[in-house]
């Protein structure tokens, strides 16, 4: 069965906490990020060991080793946009369908300790440049192709908050 879009608008995570996820971005800065993003790499490191890690839970639902090839993409999307903010004024980010993604890579047949490398190389690619932001920085703008407005700083929330949300739909989140 083939998973059902996500067509849900994800910036209202920027202004109040996640109520699925718990995550509260309005309390991250971007000096926040390097630390975080290399504990996320740990969990999910951690469960792409799983036995069932190609599982789907239910029809419809990635398995997480679907959710960390999304994620490794993910890491990868947000340091091509984070290089274009810091270079560019106020860029527009090309649009990017994450299900078509998913279908294009075959997401489901890729090997958990490959994924489990990429992802770890993407995080520490992106950590890399949101450590190198500056105070003068933080506030370089960007655009959706649907208009919505980011800074490098709420950027990178909104990056975070992607990375934990999934943690958390994979189960690997502790209370």
Not at 6 to 30: H, I, M, N, Q
Not at 51 to 68: C, I
Not at 145 to 151: I, K, L, Q, R, V
């Amino acid at each position: 069965m083939s998973i059902t879009p996500d067509t849900k608008d994800w910036t209202w995570v920027l202004e109040r906490p996640c109520p699925e996820c718990g995550f509260e971005s309005a309390a991250r800065e971007v000096s926040d990020l390097p630390d975080l993003l290399g504990t996320t790499t740990t969990a999910w490191t951690q469960v792409l060991t799983r036995r069932d890690v190609a599982d789907r839970p239910r029809p419809g639902v990635w398995s997480p080793l679907e959710y960390a090839c999304h994620v490794r993409d993910v890491h990868v999307l947000f340091a091509e946009r984070v290089r274009l903010m810091l270079a560019e004024d106020v860029p527009t980010f090309a649009s990017w369908d994450q299900d078509a993604t998913a279908v294009e890579r075959d997401y489901g047949s890729q090997d958990p300790d490959a994924v489990a490398a990429e992802l770890a190389e993407a995080s520490r690619a992106v950590a890399v440049l949101y450590a190198s932001v500056t105070d003068d920085s933080r506030g370089r703008r960007g655009l959706r192709s649907n208009g919505d407005e980011f800074t490098v700083e709420s950027l990178g929330r909104y990056h975070l908050h992607d990375v934990v949300h999934h943690l958390h739909d994979v189960g690997a989140l502790r209370g």
